[in-house]
């Protein structure tokens, strides 16, 4: 009895201590809540099974989900079964075919067909993996993970810290920003991206949103073509990332070659900088930079470049003539400002201020300087200051500007100002009339001695439209206008000396007989329009002025667009407007075409009037427009949403001469665009009222989804000259862009000699800016 009383007490202590041995190890791991289907307990309940929709689950709010889970509390594990699922709590997920997680170590081996998704949606998939809980980092094989920024990772080994926003490539990497638009689970090297990059170690940065690379390997269409034991660059997500951007390499006919290396400087969130110095083989070096900055209520850039010049003053050209070339410095500076304040004048201001200068007219053109901001053909430039203030109908515009011609050599001639300028416009709408009010002051120099200063009062209005019993289809507008001009002339040609002050009354009907005519499918009308207006006063003389009729002239009540020297007399203005319009079966216009024509008669001449307009004449050429576009749309596959388009537009101008023998003007442009095609041409010629004839032409052809042609050039019939042309492939998806162009340009102008250029220009996307190897030389 003794013994078996002992016997008892022994197993009560035994399992006493067992109990206190079982929690003391499992006193730092958090306790799952185990459920499922069918709930099996073994060795003494320390060991749980849940099998079918199994779920464990802690107060920290981590859970785990598989087919079955057996959880053995002495081992401190949990081992799962089928399609396992485990979530952190902090929206991250990892997902395999099966667990072993140790709860003292908080490491869970996750085995076949891994996944880990965090909480940004990246998606890592491994052979296997080791996750550590509590350091949230991860180790395994194979990897190919799926970013979401679109660029796919590849290693045999990988590594993520999750607190650290890194995932590390160690063995075997490859790299692409090439979207998978299929969604295949082919490798990089399978699906052969357009490009991509090998490396022995590759660190994704999501905080930083950098990508760093150690001996890469880049590769297009996995073919090796550079080769840099170290490379970084912004994920694609970046849009805006400090750094060295690719450069470019070009050759100049007479210049020799160039290469360009472009630094780009995120300084904030609304300030960056470009520097890009072009060193030249030949000749001294050209230093670029251009400046953003974005404020609450302004932007502002600021474009500027410098050089000490030419090395070779004395150079000859390919046939041994000597180009013209002075010494000095040359730069160039640009400057815009805009902005927006609240009560200023008005309650609303909008500010531009604009700082042009080009130290030498040709230093653009010779270097094919071209930016965001600037163009190397510049031929003018205007440094001005100006202010709209506005609030409810009134306005006011404050302006001063200097203007210089680039073309002019004359320092006298080249330079135009006006300051000030001061604009006040008010509207309003009384008595059945649109009233507009405004007020003028300006003084400018024309350049040289030739100035000129006026203060002009106008008060103009326009009746609503008026239609009388007795024409009941007629349509009636009553337009008036009183001008008040005082003007201070000195050397201005055509206009009277000194002071002057003149007052013109202006007053005008315009009638129009709209015909309309509809169906189902199709609209017309037909609109005769007659516009009956006369001037007071005598007008100065404009005769050498250079304008040329336009259809909107006929019914315009200031033909000469001159506030100060408006067109006297009598005249009428009268014309038509024809418009079709046709719609589908689909309701959708797929024809709309237009003609006008129209004419000026007066009761005398005015010679006044500039000569080469023929508004001067009793009766001036005629000018009109002829404009169609068609939409050929057929239905695809029974779909209605789905069609295939082929658009064609014309628009013709035209002047024809007042007795009908000699057309004056074409102006036709061409465009038509298909799924594959897209083809503008421009002819243009006038005669006796100017002397200008030429032809451009471009088109373009789409190959394939990623290839398209461009060839075009342009003309001048006059001189039986050929400007320019060119000839281009390009190849294009979404993170490379392959261009092989050639273009000729025959502009000559004493540093600028015509030139053969063919370039080869390619963009490894995200990156944006081309390398641009140039390969000019194999022209020759």
């Known amino acids: 009895m003794k013994n078996k009383i002992t016997y008892i007490c022994s197993a ?130 194979d990897l190919r993970a799926l970013l979401t920024d679109k660029s796919t990772m590849e ?74 034991p170290y490379f970084s660059h912004p994920d694609p997500s970046v849009k805006r990332k400090s750094g060295f951007l690719p450069p470019s390499v070009k050759n100049f006919n007479n210049l020799g070659q160039t290469i360009k290396t472009p630094y780009f400087w995120a300084i904030s969130e609304d ?13 001294n070096s050209i230093f670029l930079s251009e400046y953003r900055q974005k404020n609450k209520n302004s932007t502002f850039f600021i474009d500027s470049s410098y050089t000490e010049g030419y090395k070779n003053l004395n150079k000859k050209d390919d046939n041994g003539k000597i180009i013209e070339r002075t010494a000095g410095s040359r730069n160039h500076l640009f400057f815009n400002f805009l902005g927006s304040y609240k009560n200023l004048l008005f309650s609303q201001n909008d500010l531009e201020i604009n700082i042009q200068t ?7 053109k010779v270097n094919e300087i071209n930016t965001e901001n600037i163009r190397q053909d510049v031929v003018s430039l205007n440094n001005n200051v100006v202010l709209n203030s506005y609030e409810g109908n009134q306005r ?26 001061i604009e006040y416009g008010n509207y309003i709408n009384k008595f059945n009339q649109f009233i507009n009010i405004n007020n003028s002051l300006l003084a400018k120099n024309l350049g040289g001695d030739s100035n000129q200063a006026y203060f002009i009062n106008e008060i103009s209005s326009e009746s609503s439209m008026k239609i009388f019993d007795f024409l009941p289809n007629v349509a009636n507008i009553f337009k008036t206008s009183t001008k008040n001009v005082n003007a201070q002339n000195s050397n201005m040609p055509g206009l009277k000396e000194d002071f002057n002050s003149d007052t013109y009354l202006t007053l005008g009907l315009e009638n129009t007989f709209p015909m309309i005519r509809s169906n189902e499918r199709t609209d017309e009308s037909l609109t005769p329009k007659i516009l009956t207006k006369f001037t007071t006063g005598s007008m100065a003389n404009s005769s050498k002025e250079k304008k040329i009729l336009s259809y909107q002239d006929i019914y315009s009540m200031n033909r000469m667009n001159n506030v100060a020297n408006p067109e006297t007399g009598g ?21 709309d075409g237009n003609f006008s024509v129209g004419q000026v008669i007066k009761n005398q001449e005015l010679k006044e009037m500039p000569s080469s307009s023929s508004l001067g004449r009793s009766s001036s050429d005629f000018v009109g427009n002829i404009s169609f576009f068609y939409d050929a749309v057929t239905k695809a596959n029974a779909v209605e949403s789905e069609y295939s388009r082929a658009g064609l537009s014309v628009d013709y101008n035209y002047i024809v001469s007042d007795n009908l023998n000699k057309i004056l003007q074409n102006d036709i442009e061409i465009s038509y665009q298909n799924t594959k095609d897209n083809l503008t041409a421009n002819y243009y010629e006038t005669h006796d009222i100017s002397n200008e004839h030429y032809v451009d032409l471009k088109y373009g052809r789409k190959i394939a989804d990623d290839f398209n042609i461009t060839v075009g050039g342009r003309k001048n019939l006059e001189t039986n000259f050929t400007e320019s042309n060119f000839f281009g492939i390009n190849y294009e998806t979404d993170c490379i862009k392959i261009g092989l162009d050639l273009s000729k340009t025959f502009y000559q102008d004493n540093e600028v000699r015509p030139a053969n250029n063919l370039t080869l220009s390619l963009v490894l996307k995200p990156f944006g800016s081309p390398v641009s190897p140039d390969l000019s030389n194999f022209l020759k």
């Open 12 to 141: 009560i202590i035994f399992s006493i201590v067992s109990f206190v041995a079982l929690n003391a190890a499992s006193a730092d791991t958090p306790l799952y809540q185990i459920q499922g289907e069918k709930i099996i307990y073994t060795n003494n309940n320390s060991v749980v099974i849940a099998d079918g929709n199994a779920n464990a689950k802690n107060k920290f709010g981590s859970e785990i989900f598989a087919e079955k889970i057996i959880y053995n509390k002495i081992e401190s594990s949990i081992k799962t079964e089928g399609k396992s699922i485990y979530i952190d709590g902090r929206g991250n997920k990892l997902l395999a075919d099966s667990f072993y997680y140790d709860l003292n170590l908080k490491i869970i081996d996750a085995k076949k067909n891994v996944r880990y998704i965090d909480n940004e949606g990246n998606i890592l998939s491994f052979a296997s993996l080791k996750y550590y809980e509590e350091s949230e980092k991860g180790s395994g094989q």
């Open 155 to 228: 290693g045999a080994e990988a590594e993520f810290d999750n607190k650290l926003g890194t995932l590390t490539l160690l063995k075997k990497n490859s790299y692409t920003p090439c979207k998978n638009i299929e969604e295949s689970s082919k490798t990089i090297e399978q699906r052969c991206p357009d490009w991509s990059i090998s490396t022995t170690k590759t660190t994704h940065d999501k905080i930083d949103k950098m990508v760093y690379h150690k001996n890469a390997v880049i590769k297009i269409r996995n073919v090796p073509v550079f080769y840099t």
């Open 271 to 283: 300030k960056d900088l470009t520097f890009s110095p072009i060193y030249y083989f030949d000749e």
């Open 358 to 364: 080009i130290s030498d007219k040709n230093y653009l």
């Open 396 to 421: 006011i515009k404050i302006e001063s500007n200097i203007y210089e011609n680039l073309n002019i050599e004359d320092k006298n001639t080249k330079y135009q100002y006006t300051f000030p300028s």
């Open 571 to 591: 005249s009428i203005g009268y014309g038509t407007d024809y418009n079709i319009r046709k719609k589908n079966t689909f309701n959708q216009v797929y024809f």
